[in-house]
Structure formats: structure tokens, C-alpha cells
């Protein structure tokens, strides 16, 4: 079976750039996370759906950070302008019921 | 709510020499706990997890955690480390969908 697959691994980008990272869950899962790993601030957990439906977005550090999930089988998390202190590694992570699947991540780097 | 602390952030032991990485969590309601493992640019690979039943749990590669709900800990062991489990190890915890991780043990296996 495909795991959780996410693109791009890597981005890098200019301050001020519209970044948009890519998620597609493991098929038949209906809970998709998106989380994001510094070394300051470990783990976070951004926003979670299910069913397609955002459930929590009390982790989305602001207005600049949204997520999508249009279908059970795509979602994607906008960052826009972005900033140097979005650099971090963006994990998109999907279950049903339990455990969470993890992707490999996306490491971003804003200059 | 729930919280997780990681007693070590960093583990320094000899190969073939037994390990334990401690965790404990917070929390008001029952939980399910998991430990995860993260190799060098990779995303967290579930190790194993502790959801109802007996409180002995046995995961990959060798490794094994047993839950205390006296003590709220779910402490992870493995009698024998190889060069390869160098890695660094999350625990995590939830009542539900989200999960809430500890900070990390950094697991380094030296010849």
C-alpha cells in the first residue's frame, strides 16, 4: 500500500512568496492532519480533518497559514506571504481511528 | 487536557547495551499512547502503541513499552541496541483523534 505522500520534499523560497504544500492520505482514511517540526517548538499539530470537514484549526499560527481538503484524497496548506520563521518541516499525517501515518515531510525554507 | 514529558532529551548508549527512554503524560480522561521513531529526513514511523488490553506492548525491531496508569508513564525498552536505532524518539498520547507529543529523546548507539 502507497503511504502518506507529500510534495514538495523540498521548497525553497523568497520571503514574501506564496507557498503551497501538497498532501495526498492514505486511501480509506478519513482523518488528515498537517503538523509542523522546528527545533524550538518540536511537534506542532496545525489543523485536522475529518471527512473532509476542518475540525481544529487552533493551531494555525495566523491568518496567513490556511488548508484545504477539496476531496478524501488531496489537501493542500497555503502559506501566504510567507516569512523566514515559517522554516520548518511540514508533515501531513493521515488514520482511521488509530495510529496517524505520517508523510516524509516537506522542508521549507524561507529566505 | 493532555501533556507529555520526556524525561532525557538525549541517550547516549554502547551497542548491544539495553535502553530505556522514559515518558510520562497528564491527563484528566483515559488515553491511548504511542511511540513513534524518526530516522534522519524521514517522516515518524509508528513503533507501537498501547490502545486497551494487556499493558505489555510489543512493537518493531525489538522494542517494547509498558503502560503504568499509577504512575501515568509508558516507558519504552529494548534489551539489545544496534547502530541502526539511532534515531530520535517521540511519544504521544491521546484521548481521541489529536495527538500531543513530547519533546523527543535523541537515541545514539555507539560501537
Known amino acids: 500500500d502507497a503511504g502518506v505522500i507529500q510534495s514538495p520534499r523540498h521548497e525553497v523560497t523568497e520571503m514574501g512568496q506564496e507557498v503551497t504544500l501538497r498532501c495526498k492520505p492514505i486511501?480509506?482514511?478519513?482523518?488528515l492532519f498537517w503538523y509542523r517540526q522546528t527545533m524550538m517548538r518540536g511537534l506542532e499539530l496545525l489543523i485536522y480533518f475529518n471527512n473532509n470537514v476542518p475540525i481544529d484549526d487552533s493551531g494555525m499560527p495566523e491568518d496567513r497559514f490556511s488548508a484545504k481538503m477539496p476531496n478524501a484524497s488531496f489537501s493542500t496548506l497555503k502559506i501566504q506571504p510567507s516569512e523566514p520563521r515559517d522554516s520548518a518541516v511540514y508533515f501531513c499525517?493521515?488514520?482511521?481511528?488509530?495510529?496517524?501515518?505520517f508523510g516524509d515531510g516537506t522542508r521549507l525554507s524561507i529566505l | 487536557a493532555q501533556s507529555v514529558t520526556q524525561l532525557d532529551s538525549q541517550v547516549p548508549v554502547f551497542e548491544e547495551a539495553p535502553v530505556e527512554l522514559r515518558c510520562n503524560y497528564s491527563?484528566?480522561?483515559?488515553?491511548?499512547l504511542f511511540w513513534y521513531v524518526q530516522y534522519p529526513n524521514q517522516g515518524l514511523q509508528l513503533l507501537l502503541k498501547?490502545?486497551?488490553?494487556?499493558?505489555l506492548v510489543k512493537g518493531i525491531n525489538g522494542f517494547e513499552a509498558e503502560f503504568n496508569k499509577s504512575q501515568t508513564s509508558f516507558h519504552l525498552r529494548k534489551p539489545s541496541v544496534h547502530i541502526s536505532d539511532t534515531a530520535e524518539y517521540f511519544c504521544?498520547?491521546?484521548?481521541?483523534?489529536?495527538?500531543?507529543f513530547g519533546k523527543g529523546t535523541k537515541l545514539t548507539v555507539n560501537p
Open positions: 491527563s484528566s480522561v483515559s488515553v491511548y
Open positions: 499525517a493521515s488514520s482511521l481511528n488509530q495510529p496517524q501515518h
Open positions: 498501547y490502545l486497551s488490553g494487556s499493558t
Open positions: 486511501s480509506g482514511h478519513n482523518s
Open positions: 504521544a498520547v491521546t484521548p481521541s483523534e489529536k495527538l500531543v
